[in-house]
């Protein structure tokens, strides 16, 4: 099994900052696991943005929940996180997850004008 993420890696503030998790070999449709949108600020711990589960519900971290969507199209077997509004304290290292037990290799992202 295997998580890919992808997306841009500069985002202008006040812009919206979107990504992709491209999941091989699993079903995002399939349980038990939820998948995740975690992301790390420089020189900071790991912060949890929020996750979908096999049916699609959508979880979020409450100080984000204003400005987060997460989508996912089972076609593609993809999951994709919106966060809208960007500021420069959005700048991070995003993971895409399962669970906790597997983790993309990570997206850097930096809000910058």
């Known amino acids: 099994v295997q998580l890919q993420g992808s997306g841009p890696g500069l985002v202008k503030p006040s812009q919206t900052l979107s990504l992709t998790c491209t999941v091989s070999?699993?079903?995002?449709?399939?349980?038990?696991?939820?998948w995740n949108w975690i992301r790390q600020p420089p020189g900071k711990g790991l912060e949890w943005v929020g996750a979908?589960?096999?049916?699609?519900?959508?979880l979020y971290e409450p100080s984000l929940r204003s400005r987060t969507s997460i989508s996912r199209d089972t076609s593609e077997n993809q999951f994709t996180l919106q966060l809208r509004s960007v500021t420069p304290e959005d700048t991070a290292v995003y993971y895409c997850?399962?669970?906790?037990?597997?983790w993309g290799q990570g997206t850097q992202v930096t809000v910058s004008s």
């Open positions: 979908i589960t096999p049916s699609g519900s959508t």
């Open positions: 997850t399962r669970s906790v037990g597997l």
């Open positions: 070999g699993y079903s995002i449709a399939t349980g038990p696991y939820i």
